[in-house]
């Protein structure tokens, strides 16, 4: 029933317009009154039931029962368009047969909805054979692309030159980039920091610090699919 609500929904033009401009059948009524007919009819009610048989009004023409089916369209599509875009990337995916994506399964939904913002430090070879490693802005991934084909073995997640960083160990070539997320700041002690843009805290990737920061836990995996693998996990508060 409620799919084949969805499908007229989105089959009708002109029907959310409709639905979302009138919350009651007597609004859409009266906006078809004119008021040289309240001024000939002197009566509200009758120029409404003119209006909902035809005689009067300057656009369409609509029954009760249309409107509120359209309504009823309306606010189904909305709610099936919610719906798909609430299921997880993950689900139903093969994530135990790799580490790392059963990882990035456990953490998805907090990295959507942004109680959580994971950095993925990934080593390995590119397709030409090359070394290269990176630090990936997960939850900005999870935003800007598709992660069905990663969580469903078809692809790996490499980093790209568009990451917060990457470095290609053959070339030598290295970039860094800022995301929505986090300000990439280079520290000639620390090494490179990563500055959460929420909470202002900063996350510390060098192995040889004692802590990767406040509110930030580090989570080293072993996958026969990767050389090297390390997550960083900052929980993100919002200011009081």
């Known amino acids: 029933m409620v799919s084949a609500i969805v499908k007229m929904a989105e089959g009708q033009s002109g029907v959310d317009s409709l639905a979302t401009e009138f919350a009651t059948y007597s609004d859409f009524l009266d906006s078809q009154v004119t008021p040289t007919d309240l001024y000939y009819l002197e009566d509200e009610e009758l120029a409404r039931q003119l209006v909902e048989l035809g005689y009067r009004g300057s656009g369409e023409v609509l029954k009760r029962e249309d409107f509120e089916a ?6 189904a599509s909305r709610q099936a368009r919610g719906d798909q875009q609430n299921v997880l990337c993950s689900t139903g995916k093969p994530v ?47 935003k800007t692309e598709d992660f069905g084909p990663y969580f469903s073995g078809r692809r790996k997640l490499l980093p790209r030159h568009s990451d917060l960083s990457f470095y290609n160990w053959d070339t030598n070539y290295s970039t860094s980039n800022s995301t929505a997320n986090y300000q ?57």
Do not use: W
């Open 184 to 240: 990439v700041i280079a520290d000639s002690l620390s090494g490179l920091l990563f500055k959460n843009k929420r909470d202002r805290k900063m996350v510390c990737v060098d192995p040889k610090a004692p802590s990767p920061g406040d509110n930030t836990t580090c989570a080293r995996l072993s996958s026969q699919r990767y050389i090297q693998i390390t997550l960083f996990d900052h929980i993100t508060r919002r200011k009081a």
């Open 96 to 142: 135990e047969k790799c580490a790392l994506l059963l990882a990035l399964a456990q953490r998805e939904e907090a990295n959507r909805n942004g109680k959580m913002t994971t950095i993925v430090f990934v080593r390995d070879r590119n397709h030409r054979g090359q070394e290269i490693s990176g630090y990936i802005d997960y939850a900005h991934r999870l």
């Open 70 to 75: 359209r309504k009823l369209a309306a606010a």
